[in-house]
């Protein structure tokens, strides 16, 4: 295998990683979970972005102090030890396949535009979730540069919605902003901050997935933090001006009922023809981030099992270097999650989702803080990583929170069971690297 198949991302799918991630099914559906909390969620834009920029700066830091390292769970191994950084690692995982669920139900909601009988009932939506999953998961067995490619297409695609949505609200703007004006949205309240801050959150996760999957990535060193830092600066600009424009563009209520906000508000301004452009290229997009997400899902196991702090059928991969074990494993959780909650709403299931991912996610930039503290590395930037980080996760409510940290407990067997079965063969630095590949 050479070296562009073993790592077949540059700087452009390094950034298509990092960018298709985060657009997909956030800025999809976050118009109407955010519009009841009017400029409290506005704010929380702003704060996210500050928070999700201190955190970057604290994993480039660490990705440039060990260039060798494969992953930012790889350094806070190497920091913090074994055991802490597979937890962290496990954390991460379970927040990327419960995120499937949300991703891949999002992907449905915009496709049902097009042919209702698919979101007729909760049970229909979520049979058409996992057959999306399955589909995502076929092509990523056929190895990361395929995935690599279908990414960098669907980032470009994704792309399109947005620009539309930029276009009317700057026309709105340039005709004297009165739309905006209109109708009246609920003032600031500190006491509603935190809340809100944690759901805008979960549509930033996924500017870490070029660390994450800087294993595949040529001169990680160099391409992982230029994509890190562009791919986040890009994505938050877009989600302050399109999320908060539509939200002060229409009546709290009417954002707040929409199934496809971002359809409806297209088509409200531009007509049906056109809001149903924007529905297909937006669940273009949540397919896109779906991908990405899923080739992360195999990569992390893969990495751990390397590290031995996982059995090693985890690092079992086919002739393309997939590890097929921990893909399938991966994709079968996150179809059990989506049918489990069939008989609730989508909306009911979204909103739970939305905590649960951001709550189990927030322990790498936790982990990575601590580490950075640890190791003298942007200490000051660590400080405010972390108040930020345990500021989202006590947001996320204590349900979330609770079954986030029951979720990771469940990997301490599986550490020490891999640690007993390959005892007699110590794990070097080249391995412990490979952790969080």
């Known amino acids: 295998m050479d070296a562009t198949e073993k790592r077949p991302f540059g700087f452009w799918m390094a950034a298509a990683l990092v960018v298709g991630g985060m657009i997909g099914s956030g800025i999809f559906v976050l118009p109407a979970q955010l519009a009841p909390y009017g400029w409290t969620g506005a704010a929380a834009w702003l704060f996210c972005t500050a928070g999700a920029l201190v955190i970057a700066v604290v994993l480039t830091r660490l990705a440039a102090s060990m260039p060798r390292a494969s992953g930012a769970v790889a350094i806070c191994a190497e920091i913090l030890g074994p055991l802490p950084g597979m937890l962290i690692g496990w954390a991460y995982w379970v ?141 938050a600009l877009l989600y302050i001006v399109v999320c908060s424009g539509i939200i002060f563009a229409l009546p709290e209520k009417t954002a707040a009922d929409a199934a496809a906000p971002m359809a409806m508000f297209v088509a409200t301004f531009w007509g049906n023809d056109a809001g149903l452009a924007v529905a297909a290229f937006a669940a273009i997009a949540a397919i896109g981030c779906l991908n990405g997400w899923i080739l992360l899902q195999g990569e992390l196991p893969l990495g751990m099992s390397r590290a031995g702090v996982l059995p090693r059928w985890a690092g079992i991969t086919n002739r393309r270097d997939v590890p097929v074990g921990p893909l399938v494993v991966a994709s079968t959780l996150a179809s059990i999650l989506v049918l489990s909650n069939a008989s609730k709403s989508t909306g009911a299931l979204l909103d739970f989702m939305l905590r649960l991912t951001t709550a189990s996610t927030l322990w790498i930039y936790i982990g990575a803080c601590i580490a950075a503290l640890k190791a003298g590395i942007a200490r000051p930037f660590a400080v405010l990583g972390l108040i930020f980080a345990l500021w989202a996760l006590w947001g996320s409510g204590i349900q979330a929170g609770s079954l986030s940290i029951a979720l990771i407990a469940v990997a301490v067997p599986l550490y020490f069971l891999a640690r007993r079965g390959e005892s007699p063969r110590a794990v070097n630095n080249d391995e412990a690297e490979q952790i969080f590949g």
């Open 95 to 235: 927040g990327v396949w419960s995120a499937n669920a949300i991703i891949s139900l999002t992907a449905i909601r915009y496709l049902g535009q097009f042919w209702p009988p698919l979101t007729a009932t909760p049970l229909a939506s979520s049979i058409g979730a996992v057959v999306l999953i399955w589909l995502l998961t076929a092509l990523n067995l056929r190895g990361a540069k395929a995935a690599g490619r279908f990414q960098v297409v669907t980032t470009a695609l994704k792309l399109l919605p947005l620009i539309a949505v930029l276009l009317i609200i700057g026309g709105l703007a340039f005709s004297g902003g009165a739309q905006f004006r209109a109708a009246p949205h609920p003032a600031f309240e500190w006491d509603q901050l935190t809340a809100a801050v944690t759901l805008a959150f979960f549509a930033l996760i996924g500017f870490e997935g070029a660390s994450i999957a800087a294993e595949r990535v040529r001169d990680p060193a160099r391409n992982v933090v230029r994509a890190t830092l562009a791919g986040l600066v890009l994505t």
